[in-house]
Nanobody
Framework: QFRVAESGGELVQSGGSLRLSCKFY????????LGWFRQVPGKEREAIAC?????????KYSDSVKGRFAIVNDNVDNTLFLQMNSLSPEDTAVYYC???????????????????WGQGTQVTVSS
C-alpha cells in the first residue's frame, strides 16, 4: 500500500533550524512530486512547498516560508527533506507531506492535487 510518513518535528527555539523527513513507502520517490503543508488548530491547511516529479526542476514555496525553508533532495532511502531555518513562533504547526496519485506530476501548492498524506509531525517554536 502506498503511504508517506513525516518525522523530525520537535520543540525548537526561535531562530533555530529543523529538518523534517518525508519517506515514501511502496512507491519510488523519483517518479512522484511532493507537497509540504502545515496546519494550526482552527485554521485551514496551508501549502508551503512543493517539488515536481522526475527531474525535480520545479520547486515552489509560499510567501510565508520563501527564503527560509528549502526542499532537499538527497535521494537517500526514498526520502525527501524540508530544511527549515530562521524559525519563528508563527511556524508552530503540524507539518504534513503528501504525494499525488499519479506519476510525473507538476509542483502543486494545492492540497487537492495530493492523494497520500502522512500522519503529521508537530513543530513547536518557542519565543
Amino acid at each position: 500500500q502506498f503511504r508517506v510518513a513525516e518525522s523530525g518535528g520537535e520543540l525548537v527555539q526561535s531562530g533555530g533550524s529543523l529538518r523534517l523527513s518525508c519517506k515514501f513507502y511502496n512507491f519510488l520517490l523519483d517518479y512522484y512530486g511532493l507537497g509540504w503543508f502545515r496546519q494550526v488548530p482552527g485554521k485551514e491547511r496551508e501549502a508551503i512547498a512543493c517539488i515536481s516529479a522526475s527531474d525535480r526542476r520545479i520547486i515552489k514555496y509560499s510567501d510565508s516560508v520563501k527564503g527560509r525553508f528549502a526542499i532537499v533532495n538527497d535521494n537517500v532511502d526514498n526520502t525527501l527533506f524540508l530544511q527549515m531555518n530562521s524559525l519563528s513562533p508563527e511556524d508552530t504547526a503540524v507539518y504534513y507531506c503528501a504525494a499525488p496519485k499519479t506519476m510525473f506530476t507538476k509542483c502543486e501548492l494545492d492540497a487537492d492535487a495530493y492523494e497520500y498524506w502522512g500522519q503529521g509531525t508537530q513543530v513547536t517554536v518557542s519565543s
